[in-house]
Each structure stands twice: as C-alpha cells, then as structure tokens.
Antibody, heavy 120, light 105 residues
Framework: QLQLQESGPGLVKPSETLSLTCTVS??????????WGWIRQPPGKGLEWIGS???????YYNPSLKSRVTISVDTSKNQFSLKLSSVTAADTAVYYC????????????WGQGTLVTVSS | DIQLTQSPSFLSASVGDRVTITCRAS??????LAWYQQKPGKAPKLLIY???TLQSGVPSRFSGSGSGTEFTLTISSLQPEDFATYYC???????FGPGTKVDIK
C-alpha cells in the first residue's frame, strides 16, 4: 500500500524559507506513471495547489506562488521536497503531499498533512 | 483565468437523503474534473475523476456527472460517514473549488 509522509519544521519565522520533505513508501517515485505534488490548506479554508514534479525533475508551479516555490526530487531516497521562500503569516497552513496519476492528473494518494505555522 | 464555483456552500441534510452538489467552471473544461471528500483533521480523499469515474473502493452511492462547465456530485442515500466537506478540482490546471460542507440536519 502506497504511503506518503510529510516531514519538516512546524514553525518558521517570517521572511525565512519553509522546507518540507515527502517520503514515499510502498512504491517508487521513479515510476513513469505518476507526478508528485504539494497542496496546502490554511486553517479553516480551502485547498490550494502549490506545484508538482516528475521523477525526471520537470516541474509545474501555481503561477501565484511560482516566484517563491522550488520543488525537487531525490529518487535515491524516494523523496520529494518543497521550499517556499520569504514566508509570511499567510503561508500558515497544513501542507499535504500527494501522488498524481499522469494520465488524468487525479490526486489518488495523499499524505496525512503537516501544519506549518509562520510566526516570530 | 478559469474560476470554479460550488453550490451550495453549505448543505444541511439527513441520513438517507439524496444530496446533489454542483461545480461550475467559468470556461469549458471538458471532463477534466475530480471530486474529493475531506473530513475534519484528515487529508482529502478522491471520490470521482474524469467527471464521472468512481475511484476504486468508493461506495457506489457516490456518482458524478457533467462536462464542459457544469458538473454534479450526487450522493444517492446520505450515510453518517458522508458528513464532510466536498471539493471539486479542475484536473489539468489543478484549481480547486471553494468547497461544500455537508452537515447533519
């Protein structure tokens, strides 16, 4: 059974860089059938797409976050990572990693999510 | 830019009720639409993709329909475990709708 697990600091200071890693188990991140993505959800609000990556390293970012987002992949560790720079309180959210099926982009497996709070 | 709207934003219903949620796109998106269910404190769960295809393991009381700009998610007989928030998503742009909360009447 595929599992995804987010990890990283739960508290980040304003203007600093948020860094999270998603570890994939029960399947290979190098499969040609999938992309891997990040989604976030501010407390009490809806879902926001952040971006996605293919095992080859090609990426797609939400245009509204593109200037601050970097997503990378480490196939040797079966992990992919998110960096979001110059964070503010508005970036406080639960961050989810997920698997996208390449044929239709559906998000079929999700991590449990991790809350990141931006505060000094 | 394409916008997604959902109606209603909030729905109060009873166990056994037939429930319909609508998602509208500001431009045609063919059948590139998915529906997710989210319970408090949990990750979203995929219910429907390609507008009408039921994800493996999802109960058959859930169904989806539509194409172009108007889509519906129907729960044929609401069960206690179905009280949750439902989101539509345009699949090829990753945009999510604002959500519909289904609560107990």
């Amino acid at each position: 059974q595929l599992q995804l697990q987010e990890s990283g600091p739960g508290l980040v200071k304003p203007s600093e860089t948020l860094s999270l890693t998603c570890t994939v188990s029960g399947g290979s991140i190098s499969s040609s059938s999938y992309y891997w993505g990040w989604i976030r959800q501010p407390p009490g609000k809806g879902l926001e797409w952040i971006g996605s990556i293919y095992y080859s390293g090609s990426t797609y970012y939400n245009p509204s976050l593109k200037s601050r987002v970097t997503i990378s992949v480490d196939t040797s560790k079966n992990q992919f990572s998110l960096k979001l720079s110059s964070v503010t309180a508005a970036d406080t959210a639960v961050y989810y990693c997920a698997r996208l099926v390449r044929t239709d982009y559906r998000l079929d497996y999700w991590g449990q999510g991790t809350l990141v709070t931006v505060s000094s | 830019d394409i916008q997604l709207t959902q109606s209603p934003s909030f729905l109060s219903a009873s166990v056994g009720d037939r429930v319909t949620i609508t998602c509208r796109a500001s431009q045609g998106i063919s059948s590139y639409l998915a529906w997710y269910q989210q319970k408090p404190g949990k990750a979203p769960k995929l219910l429907i993709y390609a507008a009408s295809t039921l994800q493996s393991g999802v109960p058959s009381r859930f169904s989806g329909s539509g194409s172009g700009t108007e889509f519906t998610l129907t729960i044929s007989s609401l069960q206690p475990e179905d009280f949750a928030t439902y989101y539509c998503q345009q699949l090829n742009s990753y945009l999510f709708g604002p959500g519909t909360k289904v609560d107990i009447k």
